[in-house]
């Protein structure tokens, strides 16, 4: 008999033994298989992550492409029509009239081209419009609206090398406004990184417009601004570099907004433009000379004609003793 209960107490503790083992294994399994899952998860998401932020940055290079080559587009199709001023220059007789058009410009440059002295004028309010990166297909169209105003601006302008840009850039200067520099290159990362690099660029672009226009520009509008925050360098190095070059930089104060990807309404572009002009004595208005700005042309009669109706105020081209608004100091 007690055989027996000793036979039936090694039964059971070996049954209690399993059991433990089974709830051992389930509790790691409960444990473990959780823990295994989340990894593998997380593996997963951060390699969609990759994937996803790869096909953005194909998705950014190819838009950049595709603006490109309209302009390029815009470009050939413009030195192929005949535009107010008559054929673009090609063949013997498109050279010859472009020779005679940049000694007309030369000889006027003194006067007409650069910026001079402001008129003597008595205002509260002094607007100046400000144009960055052309010249581009809208450019005569911007020109041809500032004359029906007889209004003169101001172009912060990049150094394209077309036959239709030089042609743009000889007009800029033989209807009265300012010409200015906004960089050759106009690639960030070119221009900013080094002193030497942005001086190259810089003369490159001065010595270019002087070939063009017979003018060389005092006035230079940085990419970004010189607020911007792509450069590396403190962005001062590259202000006192243009100061010994005798040269003055612009920010703005008024911003259209018509600087992103986004293509802004006629109705926002003026609001932009007009709603805070009374706030400051001197406003420099940003906006641009693109073919992707299809709208900033449309809303420039209107932004105009609103800013003329405002009491006090008068629209200028920036000049050599005009007040410059900076971001940096």
């Given at each position: 008999?007690s055989?027996?209960?000793?036979?039936?107490?090694?039964?059971?503790?070996?049954?209690?033994?399993?059991?433990?083992?089974?709830?051992?294994?389930?509790?790691?399994?409960?444990?473990?298989?959780?823990f295994v899952l989340?990894?593998i998860?997380?593996?997963?998401?951060?390699?969609?992550?990759?994937?996803l932020?790869s096909?953005?940055?194909?998705?950014?290079?190819?838009?950049d492409?595709?603006?490109?080559?309209?302009?390029?587009?815009?470009?050939?199709?413009?030195?192929?029509v005949?535009?107010?001023?008559?054929?673009?220059?090609?063949?013997?007789?498109?050279?010859?009239?472009?020779?005679?058009?940049?000694?007309t410009?030369?000889?006027k440059?003194?006067?007409?081209?650069?910026a001079?002295?402001?008129?003597?004028?008595?205002?509260?309010h002094?607007?100046?419009?400000?144009?960055?990166?052309?010249?581009s297909?809208?450019t005569?169209?911007i020109?041809?609206?500032l004359d029906?105003?007889?209004?003169?601006?101001?172009?912060?302008?990049v150094?394209?090398?077309?036959?239709?840009?030089?042609?743009a850039?000889?007009?800029?200067?033989?209807?009265?406004?300012?010409?200015g520099?906004?960089?050759?290159?106009?690639?960030?990362?070119?221009i900013?990184?080094?002193?030497?690099?942005?001086?190259?660029?810089?003369?490159?672009?001065?010595?270019?417009?002087?070939?063009?226009t017979?003018?060389?520009?005092?006035i230079y509008?940085?990419?970004?601004?010189?607020?911007?925050?792509?450069?590396?360098?403190?962005?001062?190095v590259f202000?006192?570099?243009?100061?010994?070059?005798?040269?003055?930089?612009?920010?703005?104060?008024i911003?259209?907004?018509d600087?992103?990807?986004?293509?802004?309404?006629?109705?926002?572009?003026?609001?932009n433009?007009?709603?805070d002009?009374?706030?400051?004595?001197?406003?420099?208005?940003?906006?641009h000379?693109?073919t992707?700005?299809?709208?900033?042309?449309e809303?420039?009669?209107?932004?105009?004609?609103?800013?003329?109706a405002m009491?006090d105020?008068v629209?200028?081209p920036?000049?050599?003793d005009?007040?410059?608004v900076?971001?940096?100091?």
């Amino acid at each position: 008999m007690s055989d027996d209960n000793n036979q039936a107490s090694a039964a059971r503790r070996q049954r209690v033994q399993r059991l433990k083992k089974c709830i051992i294994l389930m509790f790691l399994l409960a444990v473990t298989v959780p823990f295994v899952l989340c990894i593998i998860l997380l593996v997963r998401v951060n390699g969609m992550n990759r994937t996803l932020d790869s096909l953005t940055s194909q998705i950014e290079k190819l838009s950049d492409m595709v603006q490109k080559q309209q302009e390029q587009m815009d470009d050939l199709a413009a030195e192929t029509v005949v535009t107010g001023h008559g054929l673009s220059a090609s063949g013997e007789a498109g050279r010859e009239a472009e020779k005679q058009t940049a000694e007309t410009i030369s000889d006027k440059a003194g006067e007409q081209g650069k910026a001079e002295e402001e008129p003597e004028v008595i205002a509260g309010h002094k607007v100046y419009l400000t144009f960055d990166d052309g010249p581009s297909a809208y450019t005569d169209d911007i020109l041809d609206i500032l004359d029906s105003y007889n209004i003169k601006a101001t172009f912060f302008v990049v150094g394209k090398e077309t036959d239709s840009a030089k042609e743009a850039l000889q007009d800029i200067v033989a209807r009265g406004h300012t010409l200015g520099m906004h960089s050759y290159s106009h690639k960030y990362s070119e221009i900013y990184r080094s002193p030497e690099d942005f001086s190259e660029d810089f003369a490159k672009l001065q010595d270019y417009l002087y070939e063009v226009t017979g003018v060389k520009s005092g006035i230079y509008r940085f990419p970004g601004g010189s607020s911007n925050t792509v450069s590396k360098l403190d962005m001062c190095v590259f202000a006192d570099y243009l100061e010994e070059q005798g040269v003055r930089f612009f920010d703005w104060n008024i911003s259209s907004g018509d600087g992103g990807k986004e293509l802004l309404s006629v109705e926002t572009l003026v609001e932009n433009c007009t709603a805070d002009i009374e706030k400051y004595e001197t406003s420099v208005i940003l906006l641009h000379d693109s073919t992707a700005k299809r709208t900033t042309v449309e809303a420039l009669p209107i932004i105009i004609e609103n800013i003329l109706a405002m009491e006090d105020t008068v629209i200028l081209p920036i000049a050599d003793d005009t007040e410059p608004v900076q971001h940096i100091h």
